[in-house]
């Protein structure tokens, strides 16, 4: 669910390993799912989505895995760079809605040298 | 191809003083426009949303008011500013008619620093 309030949480990866960036989300009933990057002051940019009939799907250095059983979605980034560095956020369509989404909190990736 | 424009980018106005965001999206028609804040270091917020011309939702209690008064134009207002609505300001669109695709697409945002 949104978690506007909080302070986002951090992960630190070192350059060239691979990040993982967790999410939980809140309904069974949702069935789409989409990642955004957000870069320090710019809007947020979609990274991947995927749909609940789907447990893993590919992009270009990126890997959303979907698990129902648990309402967990993970993004994966290979071989982290610099340009990774980036507040990550997952959202979830809203029950009852053709078009809202519910967001998480977000990630702060910190990418060390 | 579809773009959304939003201005201005930086803003600093005094207590008291009125607000005007403007947002504009182009490519489109119909689309679903949204108002986010964003607070330095947090998550967002959904602050209005609207599916129509005159059609507005709002999702929190504030110092703010939204408009559309076009289709494709979506405003943000204040009669008279707070220190706590300095913050992010984030406008996205997204289709009417998803057909099982929600996703949205943000504009630059503003930065208002309330003084």
């Known amino acids: 669910g949104e978690s506007v309030g909080l302070h986002l949480p951090t992960l630190s990866v070192q350059e060239g390993d691979n990040s993982i960036i967790n999410c939980a989300y809140s309904?069974?009933?949702?069935?789409?799912f989409i990642w955004y990057k957000q870069e320090s002051g710019k809007g947020p940019q979609f990274i991947i989505d995927i749909r609940s009939n789907m447990d893993k799907r590919q992009g270009q250095r990126v890997t959303v895995l979907l698990n129902k059983t648990v309402k967990h979605l993970s993004l994966q980034i290979a071989a982290t760079q610099p340009g990774d560095s980036a507040v990550y956020f997952c959202?979830?369509?809203?029950?009852?809605?053709?078009?809202?989404?519910?967001w998480g909190a977000g990630t702060k990736l910190i990418i060390k040298p | 191809s579809q773009t959304i424009h939003q201005w201005p980018a930086t803003l600093v106005q005094p207590v008291g003083s009125p607000l005007s965001l403007e947002c504009t999206v182009e490519?489109?028609?119909?689309?679903?426009l949204y108002w986010y804040r964003q607070a330095a270091g947090r998550g967002l917020q959904l602050l209005f949303y609207?599916?129509?011309?005159?059609?507005i939702s709002s999702e929190v209690p504030q110092n703010l008011s939204a408009s559309r008064p076009q289709d494709r134009q979506f405003i943000l207002s204040s009669k008279k500013l707070l220190l706590s609505d300095s913050g992010f300001y984030l406008c996205a669109w997204s289709k009417r008619f998803t057909g099982g695709d929600y996703g949205y697409t943000f504009g630059s945002g503003t930065r208002l620093t309330v003084v």
């Open positions: 490519g489109t028609s119909n689309p679903n």
């Open positions: 959202a979830e369509n809203k029950a009852d809605s053709n078009y809202q989404l519910i």
């Open positions: 609207s599916v129509g011309i005159g059609q």
């Open positions: 309904n069974s009933a949702s069935d789409y």
